[in-house]
T-cell receptor
Framework: DSGVTQTPKHLITATGQRVTLRCSPR?????VYWYQQSLDQGLQFLIQ???????AKGNILERFSAQQFPDLHSELNLSSLELGDSALYFC????????????FGSGTRLTVV | SQQGEEDPQALSIQEGENATMNCSYK?????LQWYRQNSGRGLVHLIL?????REKHSGRLRVTLDTSKKSSSLLITASRAADTASYFC??????????????FGTGTRLQVTL
């Protein structure tokens, strides 16, 4: 157990639908990062939150959004889902910035059918 | 977009042999990190080397960094079957204040056979 908890582990949904992925960071970590891993794109950075505020954005689609709540857990919302959104979605946390290593959760496998 | 390119894409060795993976990157960095991923699982942080360091060791791992060539290598000595996994390099940049970005390479798939 890495200390980063992601739910659900698996999700199967239809095109056009909306889903929410949840992440609880390691205790004490203020930064949360979301990554998408697919076979053709590899590991892509989506977005970073620090203590409730958005700090950095990567290749996140406009159909996707995220937020970090006062208790530091984070949610990634994916809407108008397409087949190509099928991927592993990882959440990671760190104490401050990338000065140290990230702790990754075990991921949510999203399948869009 | 991928910051790092890793070489080789796949590596198959026998238990007890050493495994070397290389990583090249494009922009300036604060540090470079290596992660391991077992099939379909989360990534595990292995080792971090800062931009002003040239070599670092951790157990059976040895990492080198050449910032002039924008390249790094990971050496796993005396490999074991349990080392079978994908290995990723990741370059870290602090953007502003608390904003940071960790960009992953394409990964090397390591297979260690008995």
């Amino acid at each position: 157990d890495s200390g980063v908890t992601q739910t659900p582990k698996h999700l199967i949904t239809a095109t056009g639908q909306r889903v929410t992925l949840r992440c609880s960071p390691r205790s004490g970590d203020l930064s949360v990062y979301w990554y998408q891993q697919s076979l053709d794109q590899g590991l892509q950075f989506l977005i970073q939150y620090y203590n409730g505020e958005e700090r950095a954005k990567g290749n996140i689609l406009e159909r996707f959004s995220a937020q970090q709540f006062p208790d530091l857990h984070s949610e990634l919302n994916l809407s108008s889902l397409e087949l190509g959104d099928s991927a592993l979605y990882f959440c990671a946390s760190s104490a401050l910035t990338a000065i140290g290593g990230y702790t990754f959760g075990s991921g949510t496998r999203l399948t869009v059918v | 977009s991928q910051q790092g390119e890793e070489d080789p894409q796949a590596l198959s060795i026998q238990e007890g042999e050493n495994a070397t993976m290389n990583c090249s990157y494009k922009t300036s960095i604060n540090n470079l990190q290596w992660y391991r991923q077992n099939s379909g699982r989360g990534l595990v942080h292995l080792i971090l080397i800062r931009s002003n360091e040239r070599e670092k060791h951790s157990g059976r791992l040895r990492v080198t960094l050449d910032t002039s060539k924008k390249s790094s290598s990971l050496l796993i000595t005396a490999s074991r079957a349990a080392d079978t996994a994908s290995y990723f390099c990741a370059t870290a940049r602090t953007l502003t204040g608390t904003a940071s970005k960790l960009t992953f390479g394409t990964g090397t798939r390591l297979q260690v056979t008995l």
